[in-house]
Nanobody, 126 residues
Framework: QVQLVESGGGLVQPGGSLRLSCVAS????????RGWFRQAPGKEREFVAA????????IYADSVKGRFTISRDNAKNSLYLQMNSLKPEDTAVYYC???????????????????WGQGTQVTVSS
């Protein structure tokens, strides 16, 4: 049974940092694209970042570009999101997801992903 488990969320002050992790179990995803999405209360789930299977290609939402960094460790079947200079508008539940193939026109769509984690809450507030 495939399982994606996110961790690392929490409460942080504006300007602070958090590092999210997503560990996969049940199968190996070293050949798959992995992504992060987020959903704030009353809003649709939105794309944050994605990384190709080798880690060579990445793509970010404009709202997080320059502040967030996505990375992966295929040996650990893990995905990470380093979030710096956090803002109140970054408050949301963050989800990791997996799909096969890296097309920049596709990986930004939540409907393109096959597996999802349960999410981890990130709250940015003073």
């Amino acid at each position: 049974q495939v399982q994606l488990v996110e961790s690392g969320g929490g409460l942080v002050q504006p300007g602070g940092s958090l590092r999210l992790s997503c560990v996969a179990s049940g199968r190996t995803f070293s050949d798959y694209t992995r992504g992060w999405f987020r959903q704030a209360p009353g809003k649709e789930r939105e794309f944050v970042a994605a990384i190709s299977s080798t880690g060579f290609n990445t793509i970010y939402a404009d709202s997080v570009k320059g502040r967030f960094t996505i990375s992966r460790d295929n040996a650990k079947n893990s995905l990470y999101l380093q979030m710096n200079s956090l803002k109140p508008e970054d408050t949301a539940v963050y989800y990791c997801a997996v799909r096969f193939g890296f097309d920049t026109r596709v990986v930004v769509r939540s409907t393109a992903y096959d597996y999802w984690g349960q999410g981890t809450q990130v709250t940015v507030s003073s």
